[in-house]
């Protein structure tokens, strides 16, 4: 989940930038990012809440079809516009990945449940508590690497593995 704090409905994108972070100017370096591979965030207009779009996604894990159902969910909240809080957008997205029951689970009160109790234990590899996502721990060897979280250029992907590289090599 993105932020559970988000109004069930979601919110208009600016709307809750103001509200949490006092702006928008933070999604500048992951827009940036996006373009270069492809995905323009080109009609981002609502905050998700994003309750619906992770319980299907467990559900669409269990039938390998995760990837498809993010890349689905990404493309109608960042690109087409669409409000993936509501039920009904998720449950036609379920359709279009061809998740086996998904429009009727994501409709239901289905998977409620486990995804409150996936969220109460998820931690990263290292044991902390993961409070943003994406998040990320690295380990060199037996030993603890750098945790972060959020998009990262790639240039900042290469230089944390190369000081792991460098740490192993020591």
């Known amino acids: 989940m993105i932020d ?15 509200r949490r972070w006092g702006g928008d100017g933070w999604t500048g370096s992951m827009k940036r990012m996006g373009r270069k591979e492809g995905a323009p965030y080109a009609n981002w207009v609502t ?11 467990l559900l669409a894990e269990k039938h390998d079809l995760g990837d498809a159902v993010i890349g689905r969910l990404y493309r109608a909240c960042y690109e087409e516009g669409q409000n993936v809080s509501l039920r009904e957008t998720v449950a036609r997205v379920a359709t279009e990945a061809g998740v086996p029951g998904g429009a009727e689970y994501v409709m ?50 290469l230089d944390l593995l190369e000081q792991c590289a460098d740490h192993a090599e020591a």
């Open 4 to 18: 559970p704090g988000t109004q069930p409905e979601g919110e208009p994108y600016l709307d809750y930038n103001r």
């Open 108 to 157: 239901s009160d289905a998977g409620v449940d486990e995804l409150m109790s996936c969220l109460r234990s998820s931690k990263a590899r290292n044991g902390k508590r993961v409070s943003a996502a994406p998040t990320f721990s690295l380990r060199v060897g037996s030993a603890e690497g750098p945790s972060f979280s959020g998009a990262q250029e790639a240039a900042a992907w």
């Open 47 to 57: 905050w998700p809440n994003t309750t619906h779009c992770s319980r299907l996604l």
